[in-house]
């Protein structure tokens, strides 16, 4: 498990938002697996069947975020003092409005995009990864893009 921690705590972050929140559901995730170690029959598939645990654990415990009361008080170690936008300003960094757009998305979006485009999991696997239907990945997946090619289509390139 240790192996994998990096690569699962990324992976929990980009559906968290949070490091603190993604730390959380990485440790509860590997509980999960130690608990569960019996059930996986096919020791070739470790990651897949990690990925699928941390990913379920880190949509529950994104819906259940910290207040943003707390967040103010106490505020994550990388986040630092940021000027506020030029309001005059016309040119917007596409990089920025994407991850801006990303940021808005729901965390059972964020957490099928995530497995299927950035993780590289088909469909099918990512449905059962994540505990739902094949067509609801899809229909997820579509509004997630939906959602994004809006974000960006005031963004110059």
């Known amino acids: 498990m240790a ?3 990096d ?3 990324g992976l929990a972050r980009l559906i968290c938002r949070d490091t603190s929140d993604a730390a959380d559901a990485v440790q509860n995730g590997l509980e999960q697996a130690w608990r569960s170690r019996a ?3 096919e020791p070739e598939r470790t990651r897949q069947w990690l990925d699928r645990i941390v990913a379920r654990e880190a949509v529950r ?3 259940r975020r910290r207040s943003w009361w707390s967040r103010l008080i106490n505020p994550d170690a990388y986040v630092g003092w940021i000027e506020p936008a030029d309001e005059h300003a016309t040119v917007v960094d596409i990089s920025s409005a994407l991850r801006a757009g990303f940021e808005r998305l729901s965390a059972e979006q964020r957490a099928v995009v995530v497995l299927h485009l950035h993780a590289g999991y088909s469909v099918v696997e990512t449905a059962a990864m994540v505990g739902v239907p094949e067509e609801t990945v899809r229909s997820r997946l ?7 090619r809006k974000e960006l289509e005031g963004v110059e390139r």
């Open 3 to 5: 192996a994998h921690y």
């Open 7 to 9: 690569r699962l705590l």
């Open 142 to 148: 579509r509004l997630a893009r939906q959602r994004l």
């Open 61 to 63: 415990v994104s819906k």
């Open 39 to 41: 059930s996986l029959r």
